[in-house]
């Protein structure tokens, strides 16, 4: 078997030859000396905590010079549905890691050769409306991992700051684990986050955790020499709504479900059941504030209606909140007519996460149509699941058919 994997460029297509440059951990990586361009699921455990098989996929870096595959805009509030209009300055942190594995340095021209490849593979790609950006540059003693919420991807904020970054490592050497990062920003979410992450490729887990906690909307804390004020960049984000008090607030999207003839029918009881309320759905990586923001609500009031102390952090894709006051209704799609489920098959590679998202169900509410706690661990190809109520169908050939 070759050390290095085939050339970006010359990726194929066909089954056989994407198997040529998977590698089952990073040991295999080090045996390359050239500069690839890696990926890996950064979400490597269940919806149970179960942990799932981690494959690496790396490509021979080559991009001679920086793509524009897209161009940013700058009259443009957002290509995606987010309504972006409000233009502030936001602050980027820099600091430094503790290695692991002891005091891991690596050559500050091998971090410069991958971050290059990065920046210029970054330009190949067009911004998604619906995934963020998450890669690694991979050159021989040092791995550099990037992160771009895809709010700032479309408004080319990543590849500015890893531009910049990349200046600052050249200009002070830099050869000890180092981090920027833009995150958790007015509650906005991964959306609108910006991280980088520079350790020696004996430290790759340690990049790979940094990125997964910017993936989850979380920040990562830095060790020492941490410089809050390192830089700043000029972001979009959603107009703040006001207080829902004030006559003048944000009114409510067109997603917002309203239930007032129901609460108007249960409000005659006074042993009926709790009006259900309005609400909004997660969207992947949401915060607090562009929840609240689709609700047309203050955060505060946000906060009031879903009141669980960790419910800003706890966010997750899929999820039902309320908007204003009220319980929230049953999400769970009902029974088919002769009370079999609907269902989907498990594929290779598949977890309870990526079964709730096919189910378009909420984690939570996955989890609640299959309680066994060894669900989500004993999943096998071809396995039917149920994502509506109801019991599994019976698939079992028929005698006579």
């Known amino acids: 078997m070759k050390p290095c994997p085939p050339p970006c460029q010359e990726e194929s297509s066909s089954e056989s030859e994407k198997a040529s440059f998977l590698f089952s951990d990073a040991v295999g990586l080090a045996a390359c000396n050239e500069t690839m361009i890696v990926s890996v699921a950064v979400q490597n455990s269940n919806i149970d905590g179960t942990p799932r098989p981690v494959a690496i996929r790396a490509c021979k870096a080559e991009f001679t010079s920086r793509y524009d595959a897209f161009t940013p805009q700058e009259d443009v509030a957002a290509i995606c549905s ?48 619906t995934d963020n950006f998450l890669s690694f540059g991979y050159s021989q003693s040092s791995v550099i991992g990037l992160f771009g919420g895809l709010e700032l991807h479309q408004h080319g904020v990543p590849a500015e700051v890893l531009n910049k970054f990349l200046e600052h490592a050249r200009e002070k050497s830099i050869s000890k684990p180092t ?14 986050a910006v991280g980088i992450i520079a350790v020696s490729s004996q430290d790759f887990s340690l990049a790979q955790d940094a990125v997964k906690a910017w993936a989850d909307g979380r920040c990562v804390s830095a060790d020492t020499n941490n410089n809050p004020g390192w830089t700043a960049v000029t ?16 009114q409510p999207s067109q997603e917002v479900s309203d239930s ?39 955060q505060a009031d946000l906060k009031k209606y879903n009141p669980a102390s960790n419910f800003c952090s706890t966010l997750v894709p899929g999820q039902v909140v309320c908007c204003s006051s009220g319980q929230l209704p049953d ?7 002769d009370g079999t489920c609907k269902t989907v098959s498990v594929i290779a590679g598949d977890g309870c996460t990526s079964l709730a998202s096919k189910c378009k169900l909420a984690a939570a509410d996955f989890t609640a149509l299959h309680p066994d706690k060894n669900f989500c661990s004993s999943l096998a190809v071809g396995q039917p699941v149920c994502c509506t109520r109801g019991k599994l169908p019976d ?5 006579g058919h």
């Open 82 to 129: 987010t309504p972006n209009h409000r233009i502030i300055q936001a602050s980027i942190s820099m600091g430094e890691l503790s290695s692991p594995n002891g005091n891991n340095k690596f050559v500050t021209g091998h971090l410069l050769e991958a971050g290059k490849q990065l920046l210029n593979s970054l330009g190949a790609k067009k911004p998604s409306c």
């Open 235 to 250: 972001i979009r984000v959603p107009e703040i709504a006001r207080d829902s008090r004030n006559t003048t607030s944000t």
């Open 179 to 192: 981090l920027v990062q833009l995150c958790n920003e007015g509650e906005r979410g991964a959306d609108y």
């Open 331 to 337: 999400k769970i799609p009902p029974a088919n007519s």
């Open 395 to 399: 698939l079992k050939p028929k005698p």
């Open 260 to 298: 007032g003839d129901a609460a108007h029918i249960w409000g005659k009881s006074r042993l009926a059941a709790r009006a259900t309320c309005k609400t909004q759905t997660v969207k992947a990586n949401d915060g607090c504030a562009s929840v609240a923001e689709r609700c047309g609500i203050s």
